[in-house]
Every structure is written in C-alpha cells, then in structure tokens.
C-alpha cells in the first residue's frame, strides 16, 4: 500500500470556464426542438453538481409545454465561470447568457452601470407566493428583514427587487471530528488537576457543555473561549499533533475573513449592523495601550460625521490578537503557514484531508495529524475529488461521505463575554447574487421568471443543501430524508446556523449603497500603525510587518478618521 498521496495535477480555479447542458460536462449542442435558457454559474466552491441538478427537475418540469412556436420544451445551457459578474460587466448586456448565479458582485453596481440599470425587475418573482409549488410562502417570506430592506429598493409605492442572494459565505475553523475522538480533544465536564486534565480520559467520559452552553449535544466539550482555545491547541501538540493549517498564498484575503468572522462573534449582531448601516448606539468601543491594557469609552451614537468610531470596536483587537498568539507560536500550525508564501489553499486542504491517514496507516513516516483549517464552508464540497482518491487509496472510511468533519463554533474572547451570551453570529461574506439581466425579449420574461421561481422553491434550497453540504441564504427546513443523504459537515453545519445569528451586511442605508466597495471584508482591516504607514490586511501586519495586535488595532481607528472623507 502506497504512503503517498499521488501529486495532482489541477487547473487553477479562477482558469475554469466550460459550458455545458444539465448533467454534461462538454460543449453540448443547441436543441433546435427545444427553447434555451442561458444561466451563467460562477462555479468555484460550490461546483455545479446543484445547478446540473435544478436544471435537469426543471426541464423535466416543462417538457411538454412549449414557449415558441413549433418548439416543445426547455433545454438549459450553462457557462461555468471562474470569476465573477461584476468583472463582466460591460458585456452582461451583450452577451447570450441571461440568468446569473454569482457572487463578489455589488447589488447597487450592476443598477447605475453607466447609467443603466443591467438587472430586469422581478418584484413578482419575489413577492408572489409560490403555490404552483404548493408552497403558501413567497420568495420574499424567507428572506430575513435586513435582507428585504437591501433587496427591496426603495422609491415608489412599494419595494422593487431586482437580484437575490445566493448561498451563505461563513469563514472559521473546521476540524477533524474523527481525530478530535481519536484523542480525546474535548473538555472534561468534571476535570482533572493540571493543564491536560482539562480533557477526557476515555471515550464514554462527560464532556463539558459545548460554546452553545447546552449539554448532551453535538458541540459538547469544545472551547468556549479563546484562552481554552489555546489550552486546546496546547494539549494536540502534547499529543503530537499540529492544531492548525491554513494557506498562506490565500493568507491576506483568509486571515481578513477569519478575524471579521472572530469579530462578528465578538461583537453580535446589532453591534455589527449599526457598524454597516453608520446608525445605532455603538456599546463595546475603546482603546488599547501598548501593553494591552483597554480603556472602555463611552457609548457613542454614529452619525455621518463620525462613523469612524465603529472601527474602535473592541471585538477586531480580540481577533487581532487572537490571530497574533496562533502566530507567533510555531507549534501551533503548519510550519509551511508561514515558511513560505506559496502555501496554496488546495495544498492545505490537501495536507488537513490526508494527514491523520499518513500518520495512520505509516506512523513511522513522521507525518503529524493536523486539527483544523482555517476556511470557508465551501471546502469540503471543494475537496470532494481529492477525498475520493484518497478512499481508492486507503479504503471507503476516508471517503467524504465516511468522515466527519464540522465548523467550529467560535470561541468568545473572554468569561465575561460568554457569560453574556453563548450564541454565535456568522458574517455572511461572499455578496452572492442572483439575477436576470435587462434586456430580455418579452416573450421569453415569463420563462426566466419561472426559472427563478423555481428555483427558490423549498425542494430546490434543499437540493442545494444536499448536493453542497452547504447552506443557502434564506430560511428554509429539511428533511430527515434531506440530513440521511448529507455528510457529518452539512449535518453540523445547519444546526450552527439554526442556533446562529446571522449577518448579511447589506443595508438600505445611503453610506452603504454609495460605498459598497468599502464594505467588503478586504477593507474592514486598513490600518495606519505610523504616520504616513498604511496596511490592508491582517496577516500583512502580523506576519509580514510584525506588528503588535495593539499596533495594528489602534491604527485601524486612526486610518478610519484619516479618511472618513472618502465615504460619502
């Protein structure tokens, strides 16, 4: 039995571009018997397994009506494309596709693009409810209020939609569930003197009730605050193992993620929007000295003059300094976080799949089983082909659908915040999008519009679920049918967005519409840490320019002031 993974040879994500028919993975032919919908995917991430699926239920749907003149039937065609809408802009108009399902794309941009608006009105599509589907809600029934207050634009008698979101875009921790049982890396209930007695000593021993404060369930005996987190990381590497991997060619966009995620859980969820929508009463601000002492300031109402103060929450410098303890300590992560730049996100995925197998089946090897990685919910799905060449390897218990991974509950920064409250809040990152262009001829509206339709339906959100292992963004139930076909991952990850608050930062406010750009998570951390010095990314300031936590979290509120000006 070999003790090496194969190296694989795969085409750079942002290079994919292919078309295909439902099902097919090659240019598939025109059905000139048939009338074409044109749908553009952005597929990193989530693949397009999902839409090869909705697109085959709905032309099944529909194969017996016809839409044109001596035409019976649909047939759907879809371009599978590695960059996003908003970098196509200029030839959206143009060019044949006509539905979009994308993300990294500003909904206001594509409405003032050169003073045209490239979205077509689909307020019915939202706002009807969907009981062709024998569904009493309507698409806008499962969108959460802050989601209507962005999608729905104002101006006339009522709200007009022209795009919807996609699916959710959470960042964190995700760890080996499998290896976590293996050694026992959870809390005691009832512990033992000393640093490692904090942990079980056998199998069937009580854990500690999890970050969600209740006993008996699926996060029992994680870390409830960043100090167990690094008592957790201190006891893997005490039992030889590596606590953490992620990428650093990746590692400016992911560390950003990562510390607004940690953040977002820090503050909660109306602290966070009041930071987005520059309203509300800010509660959590202050400042920190070169020795990490804080000075709390007072509660501050945000107005257009000084929305700056929200950049001094004080949650960012517990991620920052989260971040810069996880740095600054080699034994806890991979060596290659750090050693070199060329750390690819498919390499760590790589290393965190197959590395608790090496040290398995060789142990004489020297490789060290890795804990957890640093990334988006959308791994798992993105690593589905490497997992199956590893079961071909290595037997069917290291297939996807046979291992148990989960996202990481964040921890709180302190006792005292996790006294306040044991719920977790997610930052949705991703600006996902769905939407049919301008432009349409009007005979062919109502097809696309049905399209939509249909694909909002709760049996399609499901599918989407099932085929991902990933959520939506929207409210929607499944099935015990739905959870029996799913992994562990997409099991553990619906329960934590059930018992989650979740952000989607996009807002009706005008400092938000006009400055959409601003609000995207590779500018939440600008920092000015010395006059006339400006850093853009967390890991830049940590790694690359060694700054302190204390350094960089001062910076971020005096860059803010610095150039409030430029929002507007």
């Known amino acids: ?174 760890y080996d569930v499998d290896l976590f049982d293996k050694y026992g890396f959870y809390f005691a209930e009832t512990p033992l003197s000393g640093t ?141 976080l750090t050693a070199t730049s060329g750390y690819s996100a498919e390499a760590s995925q790589n290393d965190f799949l197959r590395s608790r197998i090496f040290n398995e089946k060789n142990p004489s090897s020297g490789t060290k089983p890795i804990g957890m990685i640093s990334e988006g919910i959308w791994w798992e799905a993105e690593t589905s082909e490497n997992s199956s060449i590893l079961a071909d390897q290595y037997g069917e218990e290291y297939r996807r659908e046979n291992r148990r991974f989960a996202f990481l509950p964040f921890p709180k920064a302190t006792e005292e915040r996790y006294a306040q409250s044991h719920k977790n809040t997610l930052f949705d990152h991703l600006f996902s999008l769905v939407f049919m262009k301008s432009g349409i001829a009007e005979w062919k509206k109502p097809l696309i519009k049905k399209f939509l339709r249909f694909a909002h339906t709760d049996e399609s959100l499901r599918d989407f679920t099932v085929k991902t292992n990933t959520t939506k963004a929207f409210n929607y139930e499944l099935t015990a049918e739905d959870e029996a076909k799913m992994t562990y991952y997409g099991k553990t990850l619906v329960q934590l967005k059930k018992e989650s608050d979740v952000l989607y930062p996009g807002n009706s406010s005008s400092i938000y519409i006009n400055n959409a750009s601003k609000f995207h998570y590779n500018e939440f951390f600008f920092t000015e840490p010395s006059k006339g010095k400006t850093v853009q990314y967390a890991w830049d300031g940590i790694h690359d320019q060694n700054l302190s936590a204390e350094k960089y979290f001062t910076g971020i509120g005096t860059y803010r002031q610095n150039n409030w000006a430029d929002f507007h």
């Open 1 to 174: 039995m070999k003790t090496k993974l194969p190296i694989i040879l795969l085409m750079p994500l942002a290079t994919i571009s292919s078309l295909s028919g439902c099902g097919g993975k090659q240019t598939t032919p025109t059905d000139a018997s048939k009338t074409q919908i044109y749908v553009n995917n952005f597929r990193r991430g989530f693949g397009s397994e999902w839409l090869d699926s909705l697109c085959r239920r709905f032309e099944e749907a529909n194969k017996d009506i016809s839409y044109e003149e001596g035409k019976t039937g649909v047939q759907i065609i879809v371009s599978n494309i590695g960059s996003p809408a908003d970098s196509r802009m200029g030839s959206i108009l143009g060019n044949r596709d006509e539905v979009y399902f994308t993300e990294q794309s500003y909904y206001f941009d594509f409405q003032t693009y050169n003073g045209v608006n490239l979205l077509e009105d689909i307020t019915d599509v939202v706002t009807e409810p969907l009981t062709e589907y024998n569904e009493t809600r309507s698409i806008e029934d499962k969108l959460t209020d802050e989601q209507k207050d962005f999608y729905g634009v104002k101006g006339g008698a009522t709200p007009r939609y022209y795009a919807l979101p996609h699916y959710n875009g959470f960042f964190g921790f995700n």
């Open 196 to 336: 490692n007695g904090q942990f079980i000593t056998t199998r069937n021993a009580v854990k500690s009730s999890g970050p969600n404060g209740i006993l008996g369930d699926w996060d029992d005996g994680l870390p409830k605050t960043y100090d167990q987190f690094y008592q957790l990381c201190d006891y893997m590497v005490f039992k030889g193992c590596i606590p953490w991997v992620a990428s650093s060619k990746e590692a400016f966009g992911y560390m950003n993620l990562l510390v607004n995620s940690m953040a977002t859980d820090h503050e909660g969820m109306e602290q966070m929007f009041n930071k987005f929508k520059n309203s509300g009463t800010m509660t959590d601000l202050g400042e920190v000295d070169d020795s990490g002492n804080i000075t709390k300031l007072p509660a501050t109402e945000l107005t257009k003059e000084n929305g700056y103060m929200a950049y001094k929450m004080l949650g960012q410098y517990h991620a920052l300094k989260f971040l810069k303890t996880l740095h600054d300590n080699p034994n806890y992560h991979h060596p290659n």
